[in-house]
């Protein structure tokens, strides 16, 4: 098992930014890929951005790229997702999950990944 806790979320304005963190516990973190996900009201969660097991390789949505930077510590069993010029249309509950597959340079779907934290809400105001 592999818990998650994500914290960092709140209110910020258009433009501006917030960086999110993931601390896991119990199994070894530097096993799994993680990735961030985000799910606004009555919308499906929808995939964020994706570090593989070093690191060394990332993967972000359309939507993010450029604004966005996931990162991990291993020695600290931590994961992070810098958001920068942050708009309204990025207001969501952000998750951060552990996949224990391969990582994979695409859009993930939910069920490829195996534990999630509860979620920080993050709202954007115009």
């Known amino acids: 098992q592999v818990q998650l806790v994500e914290s960092g979320g709140g209110l910020v304005q258009a433009g501006g930014s917030l960086r999110l963190s993931c601390a896991a516990s119990?199994?070894?973190?530097?096993?799994?890929?993680m990735g961030w996900f985000r799910q606004a009201p009555g919308k499906e969660r929808e995939f964020v951005a994706t570090?593989?097991?070093?690191?060394?390789?990332?993967y972000y949505a359309d939507l993010v790229k450029g604004r966005f930077t996931i990162s991990r510590d291993n020695a600290k069993n931590m994961a992070y997702l810098q958001m920068n010029s942050l708009k309204p249309e990025d207001t969501a509950v952000y998750y951060c999950?552990?996949?224990?597959?391969?990582?994979?340079?695409?859009?993930?779907?939910?069920?490829?990944?195996?534990?999630w934290g509860q979620g920080t809400q993050v709202t954007v105001s115009s």
């Open positions: 570090i593989s097991r070093s690191g060394g390789r990332t």
């Open positions: 119990g199994r070894t973190f530097s096993n799994y890929a």
């Open positions: 999950a552990a996949k224990a597959g391969s990582f994979t340079p695409r859009v993930s779907g939910t069920s490829e990944y195996d534990y």
